[in-house]
């Protein structure tokens, strides 16, 4: 299959930018707030209502695509051959609803389990990171460039706060090497910290949705993702993921032998 990654790259441009703007103009809405697997864990009708956006115009640009959506508008995906389209309309939903800030829409781009191209949109910072490693990555226009080797000493990790709290797979103890832990709730928030250089890394329990975007983007920043096993992420699963700068596996790896 044929692809122009910089006509994905410019419509991911445009369609998170349409949806950015609709969430921000719902904000002044109310919500329908409901709960899916738990009391913490929710999902509004403007999630639905962009998720919808999203696949219409995936439908309609790239037809041949699948889809792998976070409210289940899409396809039902059990592997990653072909052209791919990861979506999550709003990440950080919890946030989204108490505090109205610190919240993503993002999506990410895969050809035969390959990034193409992601974008991921701070949607009340109006910062927009989009790229792939065939594309470069941009932060509002402005090109970004690789991300400098550092001592973990020297930077700062965002963490899932329950694996913080209870050292889960002696997160809490790669935390002590650092310069120190930030939870934000929101895996496209934190994923664009690590790849405009203010983190050096992000650990936390993530879905394919939350990771699709920010590894297609970070693969071309000299930023890995890996799993606890030292694999590349599934985006088949839900799975604990260690992105960030290569000293931050590599501390990670020596805790857990």
Known sequence: ???EPLKIQHDLVAWLTVAGDKIRQSLTEELQVNTKSGRNDLVTNRDKEIERFYVNQIRTYYPE???YGEEGFGDEINDLSGLIFFVDPIDGTM???KQKENFATMIGVYLDGEPIVGGILDVMAQRLVVGGPQTGVMLNGRPLSKRPSLDIKDGLIGVNSRMLS????????LIRLSSGARITGSAGVEFSQVIMGKQIGYISNLSPWDVAAGWAIASALNIE???IAGQRPSLLKR???IAGIPTVWQNFAKLQS
């Open 65 to 67: 695509a699948r889809i």
């Open 225 to 227: 993702a890996h799993t």
């Open 95 to 97: 946030n989204f609803v």
């Open 239 to 241: 799975e604990v993921i």
């Open 1 to 3: 299959m044929k692809l």
């Open 166 to 173: 209870e050292n889960i797979n002696q997160v809490t103890d």
